[in-house]
């Protein structure tokens, strides 16, 4: 394969598997999330909001035969549907972190953890102190959010300066982020629930956990039943995207086969092809059955070999990554510049309490409650990353992008507040990410002045 097709294949070198093609499709994706938010700003302030929301809010349905069908506007196509497939693919992170990843041993995951949690409550202090006692307060948990594809973007392409440790950190630390949002909109952000469908979607997902504890490994049976279970949450007044990360954490996480059976499986099945000269050999699998058959099944058993989370994230993510995450831009991030009365935004305590909360409290936050958790010793930084990599990642904690918006359009009932809301999250994650940037470039500059001054080692 031609190295020079790939020029971020250097980069990517430096990262171990799995996160590799994770990181690399969210990067990537990260870049046309930005592509897609300058067009959504573009053509809302050429044509005017009203004619963009016209765009979005045409209703679609999609019958289904013998039963009711589902009626949604566009935007709520992308909120509530395409957005349930960004959380099913944040759960099967979450728990692939937990189960063998970064967030797998108990001090590992403390120190992402805790800076998510300072990176939760700062913010959310910060602007609750700016609309306290007001309807505004609701969106308390707007600034709380960290938008995984841009700050691992950042990071990513700052690979060749700063250590892993502090990928591997923002990483775990978003993915731990994400799930604060998603229990802050499954408990803050409910609303007229009602109660049979919500029975409905439990004896779902228990169909789900059945599912897995009798080894079903098949991701169709999930499919079917999140679907529905997608359709209960929809009309349970709990957000509908929480049916992804419910059925995401019934996917099974475990193999068929073992990596020693996987070896001997295929040391057998290579033991049955024909051998090398004969005529079955030359001829090819087209006209030797056996030939085919063992194929096929040396087919199935390197699926078998990888889990049911492993080949869904696997499939998923560029999915997300290039398509729901960029439409969601397109569908939500459309702000007619021209129309705002910038002194009267800028000064108003929603835009100020998002900005604030994200640019301010996430930097002080992480920072704070990851120094506080390895002071105490409960939690260690890795090998190669010092406190500057660690203020560097909280800098870029504050790009609160995609999930931001979407906290923001939950909210607020006031479409004032939800402009405002989308303003501070757009302003503060510029300022937070090229912030971010400069930090970690003069720290890595300073570090290598550092050692040229200190000379070789004796």
């Not at 097709?5 to 990517?12: C, G, K, N, T």
């Not at 960004?86 to 120190?111: P, Q």
């Not at 080894?215 to 359709?231: E, K, M, N, Q």
């Not at 020693?260 to 050999?281: H, M, N, V």
């Amino acid at each position: 394969m031609n190295r020079r097709a790939y020029p971020l294949e250097d980069v990517f070198r430096r990262i171990v598997s799995p996160f590799e093609q994770f990181l690399g499709r969210t990067s990537a994706g990260g870049i046309l999330l930005l592509g897609a938010t300058v067009l959504a700003l573009a053509v809302a302030t050429a044509l005017g909001e009203s004619a963009v929301d016209a765009f979005w809010e045409r209703v679609a349905s999609l019958d289904l035969v013998g039963g009711p069908g589902v009626s949604l506007t566009l935007h709520d196509w992308v909120n509530e549907a395409l957005m349930a497939l960004f959380f099913l693919l944040v759960g099967l992170e979450i728990k692939r972190e937990i189960l063998v990843g970064e967030l797998s041993s108990l001090r590992d995951a403390l120190l992402p953890a805790a800076g998510a949690l300072g990176g939760v409550v700062v913010p959310a202090l910060i602007y609750l102190g700016l609309n306290a006692g007001t309807p505004a307060a609701r969106g308390w948990a707007v600034p709380t959010a960290t938008d995984i594809a841009f700050a691992i973007g950042v990071l990513v392409m700052l690979a060749e300066r700063v250590p892993r440790g502090a990928i591997v950190f923002m990483t775990a630390l978003a993915i731990a982020d994400d799930l604060f949002a998603v229990l802050a909109i499954a408990f803050f952000y409910a609303s007229d629930v009602q109660v049979l469908q919500l029975q409905a979607a439990g004896l779902l997902f228990l169909l789900l956990v059945i599912f897995n504890r009798a080894g079903i490994r098949s991701p169709i049976p999930y499919a079917v039943v999140g679907a529905f279970l997608w359709y209960s949450m929809l009309h349970s007044g709990v957000h509908a995207t929480l049916a992804g990360l419910l059925t995401a954490l019934a996917i099974p996480a475990r193999s068929r086969f073992t990596a020693g059976q996987f070896r001997d499986r295929i040391e057998e099945l290579y033991s049955a092809l024909p051998a090398e000269g004969s005529a079955s050999a030359d001829e090819g699998a087209l006209s030797d059955d056996r030939v085919a058959g063992v194929a096929e099944a040396m087919e199935r058993t390197a699926i078998w070999v990888q889990s049911p989370l492993q080949r869904i994230e696997h499939r998923l993510t560029p999915w997300v990554a290039f398509v729901v995450v960029p439409l969601f831009a397109l569908a939500n991030a459309g702000i007619d510049l021209r129309s705002i009365a910038w002194d009267g935004a800028l000064a108003h305590p929603v835009t100020l309490g998002v900005a604030a909360g994200l640019v301010l409290g996430k930097l002080a936050g992480i920072s704070a409650f990851s120094w506080v958790a390895v002071r105490l010793r409960l939690a260690r930084l890795a090998p190669g990353v010092g406190w500057r990599h660690i203020v560097g990642c909280a800098w870029l904690g504050g790009i609160g992008f995609t999930m931001s918006l979407f906290i923001g359009g939950l909210a607020f009932e006031a479409p004032g507040d939800v402009e405002r809301a989308k303003l501070g999250t757009m302003l503060a994650s510029l300022v937070a990410g090229v912030a971010g940037v400069a930090w970690l470039m003069l720290a890595a500059r300073g570090a290598r002045s550092k050692e040229a001054r200190a000379g070789p080692p004796p």
